[in-house]
């Protein structure tokens, strides 16, 4: 299987910065294809933010173009999203993602989320 163990949320004031890590283990971690960040808050459904392939290609949600990087560093299995210019519609549990891919059949891996707050 996979696990995934995020960091770095926290409470920081509108236009400040944050950046989020996601570090991947496991068994299964060599069948890992895409990564991800996604977020949900409260009374909302869970969003992408952001994804990256196994080759470094990035995709973003147009809420978050020109302000949001997404990096990977396959040498130790982790995924960064470094959050500039931040808003207070940024406030939400981020959750890192990761798509296996093994034997044709794809399988979706989750953090246990971690809290980014946006606020004055």
């Known amino acids: 299987q996979v696990q995934l163990v995020e960091s770095g949320g926290g409470l920081v004031q509108p236009g400040g910065s944050l950046r989020l890590s996601c570090a991947a283990s496991g068994r299964m971690i060599f069948s890992i294809k895409d990564m991800g960040w996604y977020r949900q808050a409260p009374g909302k459904e869970r969003e992408l933010v952001a994804s990256?392939?196994?080759?470094?290609?990035?995709e973003y949600a147009d809420s978050v173009k020109g302000r949001f990087t997404i990096s990977r560093d396959n040498a130790v299995n982790t995924v960064y999203l470094q959050m500039n210019s931040l808003k207070p519609e940024d406030t939400a549990i981020y959750y890192c993602n990761a798509a296996s891919v093994w034997l044709r059949e794809r399988s979706d891996y989750w953090g246990q989320g971690t809290q980014v707050t946006v606020s004055s």
């Open positions: 990256i392939t196994n080759g470094g290609t990035p």
